[in-house]
């Protein structure tokens, strides 16, 4: 039986390498160890060596061949602390894990409720705000008009129902617009509004002046 009151296991081990005549390399060959876990162990470093269940396996495999008694090391090993826990190391990658998907799932999560809420603030706007009305045709306000009709005709944005003079104008699908005017010689006012069901309105006054073409005058008594 070993004396292990005033060794450590680094001079243990390499110690009996040296009875045996043997080299890492050579104990890697016959006990199927990887060598840089047993060059971990001959300097002493556990940090790099893997959880209990294969140090346990290790150090079996290393009395048989070194001829030590591995359970009175296994013993010491675990009491003073050198042996990982793989439960430990285990729930901590879980942890980890687990940390990360859920930082993962706040991010997602508070990037779905910025879009939701400017989604749901561009949607107020659009049920609560002002309608825009745009004249496309007649440019210029007042306008003037030699005909007795005018084709009066814009587009409509940010939604609502348009009127023209109190007479609701069906809207294509792009939100244009047009509409014949009978038109009275001199100043015609057309009040052209947009409003929403639940918002605001908007309107638009336009002053389209008729001035009827003059007609020459035919002599008495000629024909045309």
Known sequence: MENLENLDFQYFFNEKLRERG???KRLAEISGIAIKHLEALSAGN?????PAPYLRGYLQKLGQILNFEPEMWWVRLKEGGFIKDYAAIRDARASAKFTKSSALK?????IIVLAATLYVLLQLSRIFGKPLITITYPAQNPASATSSEITIAGIIKNDGSLYLNGEQVPLNKDGSWEKAVLLQSGINSIEVKAK???GG???IVEQIIYQPAATSAIPFGQNP
Request: hydrophobic residues 45%; aromatic residues 10%; without cysteine.
């Open 22 to 24: 043997l080299n890492l």
């Open 46 to 50: 556990f940090s790099n060596i893997p």
């Open 201 to 203: 309105e908007t309107k």
């Open 106 to 110: 706040i991010a997602v999560g508070g």
């Open 196 to 198: 929403k069901f639940l």
